[in-house]
């Protein structure tokens, strides 16, 4: 897995390529949650995402209830047909926003 992160103010943009599951989604939350403090606007673009698992479903669940938690929105856009079969599978297309 590749991400790369990119702040501006009180945006943070996040791109994911490969893999996000167990082995990958403790690196990303590693990242991921210290550049959160201060942030209104995440949004994660996911088209090189390939696949994504439970565990990476987890690092966005906890990344959404940080940033309802400070009145911010999450954003995912360009997620590829497999991860929203995923998404839709799993009832996430219904509780985040994907664009």
Same mark, same amino acid.
């Given at each position: 897995?590749?991400?790369?992160?990119?702040?501006?103010?009180? %945006?943070?943009?996040?791109?994911?390529?490969? %893999?996000?599951? @167990?082995?990958?989604?403790?690196?990303?939350?590693?990242?991921?949650?210290?550049? $959160?403090?201060?942030?209104?606007?995440?949004?994660?673009?996911?088209?090189? $995402?390939?696949?994504?698992?439970?565990?990476?479903?987890?690092?966005?669940?906890? @990344?959404?209830?940080?940033?309802?938690?400070?009145?911010?929105?999450?954003?995912?856009?360009? @997620?590829?047909?497999?991860? %929203?079969?995923?998404?839709?599978?799993?009832?996430? $297309?219904?509780?985040?926003?994907?664009?």
């Amino acid at each position: 897995m590749k991400t790369e992160i990119l702040k501006t103010k009180n %945006r943070l943009d996040v791109s994911i390529e490969g %893999r996000l599951d @167990a082995v990958t989604s403790p690196e990303l939350e590693e990242k991921l949650m210290p550049a $959160l403090d201060g942030i209104k606007t995440l949004v994660f673009d996911l088209a090189k $995402l390939s696949v994504i698992s439970s565990a990476g479903l987890r690092v966005l669940l906890s @990344a959404l209830k940080v940033m309802d938690s400070s009145g911010g929105t999450l954003t995912i856009k360009n @997620a590829s047909e497999d991860v %929203r079969k995923v998404f839709r599978l799993t009832g996430f $297309l219904e509780i985040l926003n994907v664009q």
